[in-house]
């Protein structure tokens, strides 16, 4: 079975800003990815995704470029970036980049030109349209960051569209002297050696805002195969697109292997099908592990022969995987390592957010002050505006909210968790005295561990790669069960989503034994009739083949000294 190699590889995604600080000044930067590579070596990590690096007034963190081909100041140099690529080929990790072109930054020269007069050569660059008949709004369309998807200017009397914050103006995609900047501006970084991109609201970039269409528009393939064609064709690059808005039938579209469109891409169903549908993420439901199950069988199954799916728990706007899945408080390292498996063994590249492979937790703000996030921020005051009780709106964002996963990277019970020496931008979770890389890298049975275990364990069994997925008992509440076969072998895999002790009738397909892969508890040989899985207890139980196993539970040997050295503070 041929294996592509981004699909036998896991992707660590890095937000900048908050992983590592080499110069005191509370914000993570290029030079401290670069120092950390020997960390992120060592976890088995063949891939980085890069939140954005380049010049930004930073109101959305980044993902409002001023200039597609500057570095941020605050990030660092070109000459930094250089060094991380070739730091980072030495050891075999690609360096992937996000692609923010659904919109810019208000400060990009593009929009500072289109805003000058009507007939500017770059005004069609963008999104504008007349007030109605008496000034209003061209419509009804509204923002992510809430509030109207408009906004007017008065210089030149017309309104502009942006789907997230008014100073991320929308590109006009059906603009070709654009599209076509953007594709030297790919290439330039693609010539550079780069692996390739994650794609950022690839799904709106079609927009029809006459007809209210934001996702999926009519030519949103139209130009990812034209995307494809002018920049990604003959190189062996991988390309990931985010798209809330993806169904199983139009991920076919985007990554079928007969597509020429993009590797993979981020659907986030088994996301939004846990939101509230009025207030969606600002009024948490209860864990539903059923439909969690549904959705992700689904998935699986709709993309088992054509098309790839990506694997993950977490990003930079999601809630902390432990925390929203898991048991924190309770059973910190069991559900760690039990998401970490159930996910793990799928069939898709696993993606891991920096701080997951430690068992980083949501971050208890109290206070509206505490949070950054402009989205949380907007919504905030919405909320107040609209006669809403702060406290009711914080309790939502304590679960939900973006910053969540922001708080500084937890690297050793150092001041700030060893991120910083100086002052950090976002509060550092108390937490960092218990839960950091240092302690986690030197305990053989810890969340690091397993996550390393989990990420050599696809590299050697292309069964995790190519296995074809079956799921069982799906009504179950509170057990994940779900076998992977190619040709004789099979793996079972068993998760318990749950603080109790669960017994279960095991099918009769599933009466086998084997061999342990990994498990957070002690492995087991044999599975029949009844079964009794602990708290949070996950495995994954190869059967017995004639082929010998390598022992994939050994500990990790004692840390490298230059590993230890190279997660001490910096001066
Ligand atoms: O996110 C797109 C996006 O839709 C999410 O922000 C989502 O709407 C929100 O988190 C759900 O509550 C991408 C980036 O990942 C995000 O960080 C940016 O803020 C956004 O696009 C604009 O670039
Ligand atoms: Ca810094």
Do not use: C
């Not at 900047?181 to 029809?208: E, H, P, S, T």
């Not at 939101?275 to 998935?299: I, R």
């Not at 964002?397 to 969540?404: C, H, I, K, L, T």
Request: charged share 25%.
């Amino acid at each position: 079975m041929q294996t592509t190699w981004w699909q036998s590889e896991t992707v660590y995604q890095i937000y900048p800003r908050s992983f590592f600080d080499s110069n005191g000044d509370g914000i993570g930067d290029i030079a401290g990815i670069t120092s950390r590579l020997d960390y992120l070596q060592r976890l088995g990590i063949g891939l980085l995704w890069l939140s954005p690096i380049f010049k930004s007034p930073m109101d959305d963190n980044g993902y409002d470029i001023s200039d597609y081909q500057a570095i941020a100041p605050e990030f660092g140099s070109f000459d930094d970036f250089d060094e991380l690529l070739s730091e980072a080929r030495k050891r075999d990790i690609g360096i992937l980049l996000d692609l923010v072109v659904n919109h810019t930054s208000d400060e990009h020269v593009w929009f500072q030109e289109a805003r000058k007069s009507r007939d500017n050569p770059f005004r069609d660059y963008y999104v504008w349209r007349d007030p109605t008949d008496k000034g209003g709004l061209p419509n009804q369309l509204n923002s992510d960051f809430g509030g109207p998807a408009w906004t007017f200017e008065s210089a030149t009397g017309q309104y502009y569209f942006h789907q997230f914050s008014h100073r991320q103006p929308d590109l006009n995609w059906e603009n070709a002297d654009m599209r076509r900047d953007i594709y030297g501006m790919m290439n330039w970084w693609l010539d550079k050696g780069i692996a390739g991109f994650r794609m950022d609201v690839i799904d709106r970039i079609g927009k029809q805002v006459d007809e209210g269409v934001t996702t999926d528009g009519p030519h949103l393939h139209d130009y990812l195969q034209e995307m494809h064609r002018e920049t990604l064709a003959g190189r062996d690059v991988l390309t990931v697109g985010e798209a809330w808005s993806a169904t199983p039938g139009s991920a076919l579209l985007y990554t079928g292997r007969a597509r020429n469109e993009l590797s993979m891409i981020f659907q986030f169903e088994h996301v939004t099908q846990q939101w509230d549908k009025v207030y969606g993420k600002w009024k948490p439901k209860p864990f539903d592990l059923v439909g969690l199950k549904s959705v992700l069988g689904k998935w699986q199954m709709a993309l088992s022969d054509d098309g790839w799916n990506s694997l993950f728990w977490g990003n930079h706007d999601l809630p902390r995987a432990v925390s929203r899945y898991g048991d924190a408080a309770g059973f910190h390292r069991e559900s760690a390592t039990m998401l970490a498996t159930a996910l793990h063994f799928l069939k898709g590249t696993p993606f891991v957010y920096q701080g997951e492979e430690i068992g980083m937790t949501n971050a208890a703000f109290s206070s509206i002050d505490q949070y950054k996030d402009i989205e949380t921020l907007n919504m905030h005051r919405l909320h107040v505006e609209a006669g809403r009780s702060s406290e009711e709106f914080i309790a939502g964002a304590n679960q939900n909210g973006r910053d969540n996963a922001r708080t500084p990277m937890q690297w050793s019970a150092a001041p700030n968790g060893g991120f910083t020496t100086g002052v950090p931008w976002i509060e550092t979770n108390p937490n960092f005295l218990r839960i950091n890389a240092e302690t986690e890298m030197g305990d053989e049975r810890s969340i690091w561990n397993h996550y390393r275990r989990l990420i050599e364990l696809r590299k050697r069994h292309p069964i995790m790669v190519h296995g074809a997925f079956q799921s069982y008992l799906d009504q179950h509440p509170k057990l994940f069960v779900y076998t992977r076969r190619l040709g004789d072998e099979r793996i079972v895999v068993m998760a318990n989503f749950s603080a109790d002790i669960v017994t279960a009738t095991l099918p009769t397909e599933l009466s086998t034994q084997g061999r342990t892969l990994i498990t957070n508890y002690e492995p087991r040989e044999r599975l029949e009739g009844n079964i009794e899985m602990k708290p949070y207890e996950a495995f994954a139980l190869l059967e017995e083949t004639l082929v010998a196993v390598a022992d994939d539970n050994k500990a990790e040997s004692a840390l490298p000294a230059e590993l230890t050295k190279a997660l001490e503070p910096q001066a």
